[in-house]
């Protein structure tokens, strides 16, 4: 399988399973990556996504024999690595991308569009696509600039170099790196705790107002946000997150 989908304390963790080709990017992985987020965002038991990759990479880009095949056979929509773009603003639940290695190209895409980014130390980042004779592809040229602003996004994507673990959180690419040696169960936990401590219904609206909040005026803004404020008022969340304080016990969220 070259994605692998497991559900557990309601989280879903979604990984990239090409190990032995750093999980780079295929026709068949687009789909169903993209049917496995799909399955994860409309299941009620699942309230935080976790994307990573098996073994040493998270994704190191476009599968080069799909690279090859276009430059010998031309070019086919339905297999193009850019024929499929990436899903993950659309997708309700908050993203956790947890960068495990290389995130290349096509694999930076990836894990810009994630909501939080944490970084295995031994991880790298870099666009590659000027490397290639590509542009920027997947919204990278939208996203980027917006988490790392737009110098430091123009010198990645023109220059193509790799961006070490720590330059990464420097220029605000990610927002956490941790040891190599216990990444995967530190991610596991923190997304654990997602899950259970804050509102499900708050992490979805208040994932909706960021990305929307991205081509609204400031006006606008204010006016959603107090909207959505009047009805998290009237919520049973609402109730249970007063009522868990005062109690001092841990919250009992429903997502209503």
């Known amino acids: 399988m070259e994605v692998i989908y497991e559900v557990a304390d309601h ?5 990239l399973n090409r190990p032995d080709k750093l999980n780079a990017w295929t026709a068949n992985m687009a789909r169903t990556a993209g049917a496995a987020m799909q399955t994860a965002d409309q299941d ?15 994704c190191a880009g476009a599968d ?33 991308g947890a960068i495990n290695g290389h995130a290349v190209g096509l694999g930076l895409a990836l894990a810009v569009f994630c909501d939080i980014r944490i ?6 980042f870099g666009t590659a696509f000027a490397r290639r004779g590509l542009v920027a592809e997947f919204g990278l040229a939208w996203m980027l600039p917006r988490l790392v602003g737009l110098g ?20 605000g690419l990610v927002s956490r790196v941790l ?15 997602m899950a259970v401590g804050v509102s499900p219904r708050s992490t979805q609206v208040i994932k909706r107002q960021v990305y929307q909040g991205l081509s609204q005026t400031l006006d606008h803004a204010f006016q959603v946000a107090e909207n959505e404020m009047l009805s998290s008022l009237r919520c049973e969340d609402f109730r249970e997150g007063v009522a868990h304080f005062l109690e001092k016990r841990a919250p009992r969220f429903t997502g209503r």
Do not use: W
Request: glycine fraction near 4%.
């Open 119 to 124: 970084a295995a130390e031994s991880a790298k």
């Open 64 to 96: 080069m024999s799909l690279l090859t095949s276009i430059v010998s056979d031309g070019l086919d929509p339905e297999t193009s690595p850019a024929s499929r773009r990436a899903p993950l603003p659309e997708v309700s639940k908050p993203v956790i």
């Open 179 to 193: 040891p190599d040696e216990a990444f995967a169960a530190t991610v596991a936990e923190y997304a654990r705790e």
């Open 11 to 15: 989280v879903a963790t979604i990984t």
């Open 152 to 171: 430091t996004a123009m010198e990645m994507l023109l220059s193509a170099r790799l961006v070490d673990a720590a330059e990464a959180r420097q220029i």
């Open 44 to 58: 009620p038991e699942v309230r935080v996504i976790v994307l990573t990759g098996a073994g040493r990479g998270f």
